[in-house]
């Protein structure tokens, strides 16, 4: 049994996956399934859990690569990939890596400046990589579940160095 739920402190999706019925029987004894639904709400769904739920293995999205933009938004119980959160994390993402690469090039360029070479190549460079995420932060998305969308964000969120 597996049970999605919206956590209210940040509006994040769980999903339990309750122990199987035998297991929790072998420790409190024979259950009917009503019992067994009840004991896993009781014990693993928090009280002020929103809109808990059971759903299917084939209602979870077998990609992991958006799960900080799961949610549960439609009536369906199935999990919703919102596109604002899933822009918003492949910002993140792209904005760690080009750090990286930017705190390498502060080194070349320090070591560069110290040798008199020119820092031109560098700057552009540099530049370069603050310019990255513009594509990224001016494609407009709203809604959920959209693949052509999340394409869109994937193709954007690469970093070429």
Known sequence: MKIMYTRPEDNGLSIVIAAPKEAIEKVLGPLTQEQYEAHVMERSIPADAINPRRITDDAIPANREFRNAW?????????????????DLKLMEL???????????????????????????????????????????????????????????????????
């Open 71 to 87: 949610a549960d938004i439609t009536p369906e119980p199935v999990v919703d990939i919102d596109l604002v959160k899933a822009k």
């Open 95 to 161: 904005r760690d890596k080009r750090n990286i690469e930017l705190e390498k090039l502060d080194k070349e360029f320090m070591i560069a400046l110290e040798q008199g070479r020119d820092l031109n190549v560098i700057k552009d460079k540099k530049q370069l990589l603050r310019d990255v995420t513009g594509p990224l932060k001016n494609l407009p998305v709203s809604g959920i579940n959209d693949e052509e969308i999340l394409d869109q964000i994937r193709a954007l969120a690469t970093l070429e160095v």
